[in-house]
């Protein structure tokens, strides 16, 4: 049973445009060419989503900077926070811009200098009572570090450590703000080590959940898991990865106003061995797999499930072999998570158990596979909390003894080509398996805020059978 060859790569988003592709380009830049006559240059986006703006911007209602979601809760741009602890006169500051009722008539209310309304509200919400004028930001802050006796100054960028060097994202509004400051510092005289970055004491603090983040937490997992079922049973109506997708999130997105986690991964066979599948347009055919990796948000919390299960609702003997080899490993990460122990040391529980099965149960039942990795195609689990993915973007908290009320995710995954004769049937097929399940570390465990999702075989089976 060959898995059936996909329409187009996805490097073309409209599918090169048929047989007329090379000619319909070539035309557009002849025409440009001799409307301009003169020297070009043309730029591509040069960075994806998470670039200069904050990751969640494009698709999601919130697009705040996380770090300024979590001190404030304000989900509005240009807002800058002062904070001054040692300072006798006001200890916060907001800074904002004046209101602007042009901006909101293109983006609706936002909050503002001199509209006593919204500023009143934003105090009483934040409890920050000086907000000022955001062009008075340099003034306040340069008499604030002048009198402040450490002659420091912090402010928040992600910076870490990449093999075996200290680097930053250089790309992004943060690091542009630091070299605004760093610009400023200089202004004033004082050495650039009076900058400081707050971003290892900012995740100390964001990283444990409290217990109104994990109850919104649940109840992302609560909405995703409807979506999830109610996709399932209705499975039979639709022919092509799209359908699933558009049906998936209209479920979730009517339960939750606070938008998708992140644009959802809709997989079918082979295009299921791509981590990052994000086309979502081909046909899907009844002996195939299906890998989703899907979530919605619930306030400021993230669900990120993924789910793998047979198109034709009834998994054949080598994808239920196959699949419950993933299953096993994710089974001993959870058993594993706990405060104190590091995610690299789950990487080590899951693939040492998901390459164990791989050769106990399917090497010796004669299985022949090819990976497109060596032992570990991807991290079992990244940190979670305000963001999908949390936490600094080297990954250096992998190292870092988890701490209770640390969210995770748990994803093992197998992805290649596979085949075996299993009952006198030859089965053949690309297949990409993940199952994903988000974790909250305790002292003595973990809890599964997942658990509610199903993912065993015989959960699969029943509701695909429409019960
Ligand atoms: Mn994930």
Request: proline share 4%; glycine share 10%.
């Amino acid at each position: 049973m060959k898995t059936k060859k996909k329409v187009h790569s996805g490097i073309f988003r409209d599918g090169g445009a048929g047989a007329s592709a090379k000619r319909r380009y070539r035309d557009r830049r002849n025409k440009l060419m001799k409307k301009e006559d003169s020297l070009m240059v043309i730029a591509g986006v040069p960075y994806g989503p998470g670039g200069k703006t904050v990751w969640a911007y494009a698709h999601s209602p919130t697009y705040q900077e996380p770090a300024m979601m979590y001190l404030t809760g304000i989900n509005q741009n240009n807002v800058i926070l002062l904070l001054d602890p040692k300072s006798k006169e006001s200890k916060e500051i907001l800074f904002v811009g004046r209101k602007d009722r042009i901006m909101e008539f293109w983006e609706g209310v936002r909050f503002g200098v001199g509209d006593k309304k919204s500023v009143k509200e934003v105090q009483s919400v934040t409890g920050i009572k000086d907000v000022r004028d955001i062009g008075e930001l340099k003034e306040v802050l340069k008499e604030r570090f002048l009198k402040n006796k450490k002659k420091s100054l912090g402010t928040f960028w992600y910076e870490g450590t990449r093999k075996g060097k200290k680097t930053s994202i250089t790309t992004d509004h943060n690091y542009d703000f630091k070299q605004k400051l760093a610009g400023w510092v200089r202004e004033w005289k004082a050495p650039k080590t009076a900058l400081k970055n707050v971003m290892e004491n900012h995740f100390d603090l964001r990283l444990p959940l409290d217990k109104y983040d994990v109850k919104n937490a649940r109840k992302a997992q609560e909405i995703t898991g409807e979506g999830f079922k109610m996709m399932l049973k209705n499975f039979g109506d639709f022919k092509n990865e799209c359908q699933i997708q558009g049906y998936l999130e209209g479920k979730m997105l009517m339960n939750s106003p606070f938008g998708l986690s992140y644009p959802s991964i809709v997989a079918s066979g082979t295009n299921a061995t791509i981590l990052h599948y994000m086309k979502n347009d081909d046909p899907i055919s009844k002996n195939e797999m299906m890998l989703i990796d899907f979530g919605v948000r619930w306030m400021t919390m993230h669900a990120d499930i993924t789910r793998t299960f047979p198109v034709s609702g009834k998994f054949n003997p080598m994808q239920k072999m196959l699949y419950e080899i993933v299953l096993k490993g994710q089974k001993e990460v959870e058993k594993a998570a706990r405060a104190g122990v590091t995610v690299e040391q789950l990487n080590d529980v899951c693939w040492r158990v998901v390459n164990d099965g791989l050769k106990d149960k399917f090497s010796d039942a004669g299985g022949k596979f090819k990976l497109r990795y060596n032992e570990r195609p991807h991290g079992v689990s990244h940190l979670m909390g305000e963001q999908e993915h949390d936490g600094d973007p080297f990954r250096n908290y992998a190292t870092k003894p988890m701490k209770a009320g640390w969210m995770i995710s748990n994803e093992p995954g197998l992805y290649g080509e596979f085949k075996i004769r299993l009952n006198g049937k030859t089965y053949d097929e690309t297949i990409g398996i993940r199952i994903e399940d988000n974790l909250v570390m305790t002292q003595k465990g973990c809890l599964n805020l997942s658990s509610i999702i199903p993912k065993s075989v015989r959960e699969i089976e029943r509701l695909m059978a429409g019960g």
